[in-house]
C-alpha cells in the first residue's frame, strides 16, 4: 500500500461527495484527516493507493465503496453519560415534567438521532431505569439511529471494551447493566430490546415518525452548514410533539440560526422546546 498524499483534485472530489451523501462539510483543514481515513480503505478495497480509491469512487463506484467512504469520513466520537449538566437536567427538569404530562397517556417517544456506538442512548436508559422505571411499563418508544450501518450494529450489538465503559460508566451501572463477555462488556438483552434501531440520514427525507417527546440531536449538527442544519431543524420541529424538547450538545446553539425553537427554561444543558406550538391540520 502507497501512502500516497491526496491531490487537491481528490480532496475536492470526495469532500462534494460526502457533502452529497451525509452533508457533512469539509474544509481545506480536513485534508489530512481525509487521507488518514480513507487509507484504511485501500487495502480493504484492494487498491494501489488513495488516488486509485478516489478513481475507483469516480469511474466504477459500488454501493459499498460509497457507503464505506462516507462511514469512514463521520466522525464517531462518543461516550457514556457525555455532558453531566444534559444527564442533570433530564433527571431534574425534563423527564418529570414530561412523566407528569403523560400520565394519563401513559405515552413516551424519544428518538436519538446520531446514536454513534450507542453510549448515549444506554445512558438514557440507565438513568430512566435508576429514577423512573414506571416509564418503561408504558408505551415507551425509544427510536436510535444513525448514517453509519456499522455503528447502528455496534448499538444494537452493546459491547463495549473495559477502555470504553472506562469512559464515564460508574461502576455499579456497569455490573448492574452489562454482563461480562471474555474482554467485553455487553449490554444486557431486555435493555438492548428497548432501542428500536434503524438507519437515517438526518440530511435525506425521513421516513414517517411517531410524535416525539424528546428529540436527542446531539453532537452532530456541528458537521453541517448551515443551511443544512435550518432544514433539519425545520423537520425535527414537524415530528415533535407541541411540549417535546430538542437536546443539543453542550457547545452547540441555535442562536441566530434557527427561529423555529426557543431555549426552554432548564438552562443548564442546550435543551430547545418549540417556539410556536404548531396548528393541527
Ligand atoms: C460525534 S457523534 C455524536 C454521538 C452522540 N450523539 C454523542 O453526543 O455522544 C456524531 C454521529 O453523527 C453521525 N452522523 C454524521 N452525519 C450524519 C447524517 N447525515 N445523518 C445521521 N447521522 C449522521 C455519525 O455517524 C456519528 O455517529
Request: aromatic content about 10%; hydrophobic content about 40%; some cysteine.
Amino acid at each position: 500500500m502507497t501512502a500516497d498524499p491526496l491531490t487537491l483534485d481528490d480532496f475536492t472530489f470526495v469532500a462534494a461527495f460526502v457533502h452529497d451523501r451525509a452533508a457533512i462539510v469539509l474544509d481545506a483543514s480536513k485534508e489530512y484527516l481525509v487521507q488518514a481515513r480513507l487509507r484504511p480503505l485501500v487495502r480493504q478495497f484492494e487498491c494501489d493507493s488513495i488516488h486509485a480509491l478516489i478513481a475507483c469512487l469516480r469511474e466504477r463506484p459500488t454501493r459499498e465503496l460509497e457507503q464505506a467512504v462516507v462511514e469512514a469520513l463521520t466522525t464517531n466520537e462518543t461516550h457514556f453519560f457525555r455532558d453531566t449538566a444534559f444527564y442533570e437536567v433530564l433527571r431534574d427538569g425534563v423527564l418529570p415534567r414530561l412523566i407528569a404530562a403523560r400520565r394519563a397517556s401513559r405515552r413516551l417517544t424519544m428518538w436519538c438521532a446520531a446514536c454513534s456506538s450507542g453510549q448515549e442512548p444506554y445512558s438514557v436508559l440507565m438513568l430512566i431505569h435508576e429514577h423512573f422505571p414506571e416509564i418503561l411499563g408504558w408505551n415507551f418508544k425509544f427510536i436510535v439511529s444513525d448514517i453509519s450501518q456499522e455503528m447502528l450494529e455496534r448499538t444494537r450489538d452493546g459491547r463495549y471494551t473495559q477502555h470504553e465503559t472506562n469512559r464515564g460508566l460508574p461502576a455499579q451501572l456497569l455490573t448492574k447493566y452489562l454482563d461480562r463477555d471474555g474482554i467485553k462488556w455487553q449490554m444486557k438483552p431486555n435493555f438492548r430490546k428497548l432501542l428500536d434501531v434503524r438507519e437515517v440520514n438526518l440530511a435525506k427525507a425521513w421516513a414517517p415518525m411517531p410524535p416525539i417527546d424528546i428529540v436527542f440531536m446531539r453532537n452532530v449538527l456541528i458537521y453541517f452548514g448551515v443551511d443544512t442544519k435550518r432544514e433539519i431543524l425545520a423537520r425535527v420541529g414537524k415530528v415533535m410533539s407541541p411540549d417535546g424538547l430538542l437536546f443539543l450538545g453542550g457547545s452547540e446553539t441555535l442562536f441566530g440560526i434557527d427561529d423555529t425553537f426557543r431555549r426552554s427554561e432548564f438552562g443548564k444543558a442546550s435543551c430547545y422546546g418549540l417556539a410556536k406550538v404548531p396548528v393541527s391540520p
